[in-house]
């Protein structure tokens, strides 16, 4: 079945370094493929989604690009901000889940002023 | 446009008992999911209701159901709680009328503790 492998946490970086977080992905079909936010005691919030491969999605500074080839969905930034502190789930879904998502573990982002 | 909203936002309950969480979608979503998030499972799907019709279903015992109401406001229940039924529950909305590029959007969440 569909899976979604991320990178483990957490993650410490200081202020305005360069953000990479890995999420590699198992799928029959051709999935979609997401990036949700969690901030401390709230709910996910879609940060940003490709529909396809080679579709770059981007949102508040942060990218990822779906590589089909590499079956990956590695989350960016450029320069990251004590704001950015959060839980990052990278996720997918396709007709093998009957579209419902689904989810890696989560990797905890901790920016250090 | 209002989010997604649940209620209540925490719960206490003890075992044996019930519970029933509330969620009330985007305006115009037709389609509600149940992701159940704990510390050692991650996110796990529960089940989808589109149109008052149970869509699709994750594997929960059927001790957790649910139900869709005609303005598409849905509510999860539980039944017989145990400890381990200790979450956050999470709610989300889709338009649903195509599910290869429908976006979910989520609700805060209900924590349930079970004690």
């Known amino acids: 079945g569909d899976s979604v492998t991320q990178m483990e946490g957490p993650v410490t970086l200081s202020e305005e370094a360069f953000l990479t977080i890995n999420c590699t992905y198992t799928?029959?079909?051709?999935?979609?493929l997401f990036w949700y936010v969690q901030y401390p005691g709230e709910g996910l919030q879609l940060l940003l989604k490709?529909?396809?491969a080679d579709d770059k999605g981007s949102n508040k500074g942060f990218e990822a690009t779906y590589r089909k080839e590499t079956t990956s969905f590695h989350l960016e930034k450029g320069s990251v901000q004590v704001s950015d502190s959060a839980v990052y789930f990278c996720?997918?879904?396709?007709?093998?889940?009957?579209?419902?998502?689904?989810w890696g573990a989560g990797t905890k982002l901790i920016i250090k002023p | 446009k209002a989010g997604v909203t649940q209620t209540p936002r925490y719960l206490i309950k003890t075992r044996g008992q019930q519970v029933t969480l509330s969620c009330s979608p985007i305006?115009?979503?037709?389609?509600v999911s149940w992701y159940q998030q704990t510390p050692g499972q991650g996110l796990q799907f529960l089940f989808e209701?589109?149109?008052?019709?149970?869509?699709n279903k994750g594997n929960f015992p059927g001790r957790f159901s649910g139900r869709q109401f005609s303005n598409s406001r849905s509510e999860m229940n539980v039944s017989t709680l145990e400890l381990g039924d200790s979450a956050l529950y999470l709610c989300?909305?889709?338009?649903?009328?195509?599910?290869?590029?429908?976006?979910?959007?989520f609700g805060p969440g209900t924590r349930l503790t079970v004690l």
């Open positions: 209701y589109f149109s008052e019709t149970q869509r």
């Open positions: 989300a909305s889709s338009v649903g009328q195509n599910p290869s590029t429908d976006t979910q959007y």
């Open positions: 799928a029959t079909g051709y999935p979609s």
């Open positions: 305006s115009g979503h037709r389609s």
């Open positions: 996720a997918l879904s396709d007709w093998d889940s009957n579209y419902q998502l689904i």
């Open positions: 490709a529909t396809k």
